[in-house]
C-alpha cells in the first residue's frame, strides 16, 4: 500500500470513531495548554516579583531588637537623634522616622467604624516608601512642623468608612476619639498596608501614641533609603557604624537594634519563586503524559478491533510494515491535532487571564501581574505532544504489524 493510501486509510478511522478520538485529542489539549498557561503565569509572577523587588531594592529598615545571646541587651526604642545622625552618612539618600501602633479604632459618623493601623511620620514617607496616591496629596513640611490633625488613608479604611475613596476627601474621621480631616487615599500596596492610616510625626504622639510606647522623641522604625541598590552595602555599614557608636555598643552581636534590607529579602523570595517557576513545566508535563497515556489506550483499543476485521496471521512483508505505519500515523495525528487545539487553547486562556487578573484583585495582591507568553514553551509542548503520540502509537503499531501465533 502506498504511503498515500496508508494515510487515507488512518484518516479514515480516525473519522470511523470521532467521539473516541476527540476524547482522546481533548486529554493533550488539556496537557499542552497546562503546559502553555502554567508557563505564562509563572514567569508573570516572577516577573511582578522583580517589580516589586527593583522599587525596594535600596531601602534599609532599621527597628528596635534584642540579640539572641546570653546576656544581650534589651531591644532599646530609637530616637529623632539617632535618625538626625544617620542623614550624615554618606550613603544614605533620604531618612524617615516613623512610630507605629496597631488596633487603632477609626470611625466615621456615628455607625462605621473599624480596627487599623497608624502609622507617624514625616512628609517624605510615600517617596521613601514607594505609596503612590489615589486621590488628594500627601502632608507637607508645614503640616508635619505644626502637628496639624490631617491623615491620609489606607484604600481599605476609605472604601470600609465611605465606599468610594475619593469621597474621603475633607471629611472628618476620629482616630481614638480625636477628630482629624482627610486630605489623601493611598492607592493598594497590600491587605495589611491598605489598612492603615497615616499622620504626620508629632501629630500621632500627641494625639495617638500612648506613653512608654512612643512617648517623647522615641521611634520604632528608622527607614533609610540608598541612592541605589548597589550603595546597599555601604549604607548599612555607615548605619550600623553611627548607631553603634551612638549605643555604646562594642560588639555587634550585643546590638539592642537590627538592620534589615529589604531588597535583600525580597530577592531570597525571588529564588523561592525562580525555583517553583522551573517545577511548573515538570507538573505539566505530567498532564501530557496523562495525555499520552489516552493516546495509547485508543490505538490499543483500535488494534483489537482490526484483530478481528483482518486476519493478522496473514499479514506479511510489505503489509505488516503498512499496518504499522497505519498505526503510527493515527497515534501521531492525533498527538498533532491535540497538540495544535492545545496551544490555541493556551495561548487563549493567556490572554483571558491577562485581561481578567485585574477585575479580580480587590487586595492589590496581583499588582503588577500579568502572564508572559513566548516561543518557546509553545514549541516545546507541541514537541512533547507530537513525540507522546509516537511513542504511545509504538506499541499498538508493533502489536498490529506482527502476525499471530
Known amino acids: 500500500m502506498s504511503r498515500r493510501g496508508t494515510l487515507h486509510n488512518a484518516l479514515r478511522g480516525l473519522r470511523a470513531h470521532r467521539l473516541r478520538s476527540a476524547m482522546t485529542m481533548f486529554s493533550l489539549v488539556i496537557g499542552v495548554s497546562a503546559v502553555i498557561l502554567l508557563i505564562a503565569c509563572g514567569y508573570g509572577v516572577k516577573n511582578a516579583v522583580n517589580e516589586r523587588v527593583e522599587t525596594v531594592a535600596n531601602i534599609i529598615a532599621i527597628v528596635p531588637a534584642s540579640a539572641d545571646i546570653p546576656g544581650a541587651p534589651p531591644a532599646r526604642n530609637l530616637t529623632d537623634a539617632d535618625a538626625d545622625a544617620l542623614e550624615n552618612a554618606p550613603a544614605v539618600a533620604t531618612v524617615t522616622p516613623s512610630i507605629a501602633s496597631s488596633g487603632i479604632v477609626i470611625t466615621a459618623g456615628t455607625v462605621k467604624f473599624l480596627s487599623g493601623n497608624t502609622i507617624g511620620t514625616t512628609e517624605n514617607w510615600p517617596v521613601t516608601n514607594n505609596r503612590i496616591l489615589t486621590a488628594g496629596s500627601f502632608f507637607d513640611q508645614t503640616q508635619a512642623r505644626e502637628a496639624a490633625r490631617v491623615t491620609v488613608l489606607g484604600p481599605a479604611i476609605g472604601r470600609a468608612l465611605f465606599d468610594d475613596p475619593a469621597a474621603a476627601l475633607n471629611q472628618t474621621v476620629q482616630i481614638n476619639h480625636v477628630p482629624f480631616r482627610v486630605i489623601g487615599v493611598m492607592a ?203 511513542i504511545a502509537g509504538s506499541y499498538p503499531a508493533y502489536r498490529a504489524s506482527r502476525p499471530r501465533t
Do not use: C, W
Open 188 to 390: 493598594s500596596y497590600g491587605q495589611q498596608q491598605d489598612n492603615t492610616a497615616v499622620l504626620p510625626l508629632d501629630t500621632a504622639r500627641r494625639y495617638i501614641v500612648g506613653y512608654g510606647q512612643g512617648s517623647g522623641n522615641s521611634l520604632n522604625l528608622i527607614t533609610v533609603q540608598a541612592p541605589r541598590q548597589t550603595d546597599v552595602p555601604a549604607a548599612m555599614a555607615q548605619v550600623a557604624s553611627i548607631l553603634d557608636a551612638r549605643h555604646h555598643i562594642t560588639d555587634p552581636q550585643m546590638r539592642d537594634y537590627q538592620i534589615q534590607s529589604l531588597g535583600h529579602r525580597l530577592q531570597t523570595f525571588d529564588q523561592i519563586v525562580h525555583i517553583l517557576v522551573l517545577f511548573i513545566p515538570a507538573i505539566a508535563v505530567i498532564l501530557l503524559i496523562v495525555g499520552g497515556i489516552g493516546v495509547l489506550n485508543i490505538m490499543l483499543a483500535s488494534v483489537t478491533e482490526r484483530t478481528h476485521e483482518v486476519d493478522i496471521e496473514e499479514v506479511t512483508g510489505t503489509k505488516r510494515r503498512a499496518v504499522l505505519r497505519q498505526v503510527l500515523i493515527e497515534s501521531v495525528v492525533l498527538a498533532g491535532l491535540g497538540g495544535l487545539l492545545g496551544i490555541g487553547v493556551g495561548i487563549a486562556m493567556t490572554f483571558i487571564i491577562r485581561i481578567l487578573a485585574p477585575s479580580f484583585d480587590r487586595s492589590g495582591a496581583l499588582a503588577g501581574f500579568s502572564p508572559v507568553l513566548s516561543v518557546q514553551p509553545v514549541v516545546v509542548a507541541f514537541a512533547i505532544s507530537l513525540m507522546i503520540g509516537l
